[in-house]
Each structure stands twice: as structure tokens, then as C-alpha cells.
């Protein structure tokens, strides 16, 4: 297993994750997931699943923003 995964969303890099002691820590690689910025994940693969829900609810509010 790698102890460092880059997670893309929608063909773009959203950022990498680093194996942590305590599971994976995220590092945005775009301003856009900086709220993302140091949280920890049990996996890689949540992290991914994470990053993804993250930009669709910026979609989301983009779209209902006046």
C-alpha cells in the first residue's frame, strides 16, 4: 500500500494524501478544497469520496447563488 495517493475529482487534482499515523491526512492541491485542508481519513478512498461531495456541493450552491 502507498503512503501517498493523489485525489482528482472531475479529471482535476484536488489534492494528495499522505499516510498519517492516525490514517490519511489531506493537502489541497487547488484553492478551491482548502476547507478540506489537514483533515484526516481512515483511507485514501475516503478521502476521494470526500473531495467529491466537497465539489459537488460547491456546484450545488454556485448554481442556486443569484
Avoid: C, K, W
Avoid at 13 to 25: E, H, L, N, S, W
Avoid at 28 to 52: D, I, K, V
Wanted: no cysteine; aromatic share 12%.
Amino acid at each position: 500500500m502507498s503512503d501517498t495517493y493523489i485525489i482528482e475529482v472531475s479529471s482535476q487534482a484536488a489534492g494528495i494524501v499522505v499516510r498519517d499515523p492516525g490514517g490519511y491526512r489531506f493537502f489541497a492541491a487547488s484553492h478551491r478544497f482548502n476547507p478540506m485542508e489537514g483533515q484526516l481519513f481512515r483511507n485514501a478512498r475516503e478521502a476521494e469520496r470526500a473531495a467529491f461531495q466537497f465539489a459537488q456541493g460547491i456546484q450545488e450552491a454556485a448554481a442556486v447563488a443569484p
